[in-house]
Nanobody, 115 residues
């Protein structure tokens, strides 16, 4: 059974950094697409970043230049390095895996950006 577990969230001041992790288990993830999404209170879930098993990445315009998505395929883990965080980045961050035509979601990790 495929499972995704996010970690690394927390409270950070504006301008600070956090690194989120999404660890996948339950299969041999050879070809995949992994996304980070986020959902702020009262808002819809929105796309943040994507990485494919081939290493191709793309980003939402609101985070481009500040966030970096990367993968350690040996550890089945995808990371989201978030720099220069802003209060509007406050949200629950979820990883989403698309693997063999099936979509999987983690339970999320809360990021709060506040002074």
């Amino acid at each position: 059974q495929v499972q995704l577990v996010e970690s690394g969230g927390g409270l950070v001041q504006p301008g600070g950094s956090l690194r989120l992790s999404c660890a996948a288990s339950g299969s041999d993830f050879k070809f995949y697409i992994m996304d980070w999404y986020r959902q702020a209170p009262g808002n819809q879930r929105e796309f943040v970043a994507r990485i494919s098993s081939g290493g191709i990445t793309n980003y939402a315009g609101s985070v481009k230049g500040r966030f970096t998505i990367s993968a350690d395929n040996a550890k089945n883990t995808v990371y989201l390095q978030m720099n220069n965080l802003k209060p509007e980045d406050t949200a629950v961050y979820y990883c989403r895996l698309l693997f063999r035509g099936v979509e999987y979601w983690g339970k999320g990790t809360l990021v709060t950006v506040s002074s």
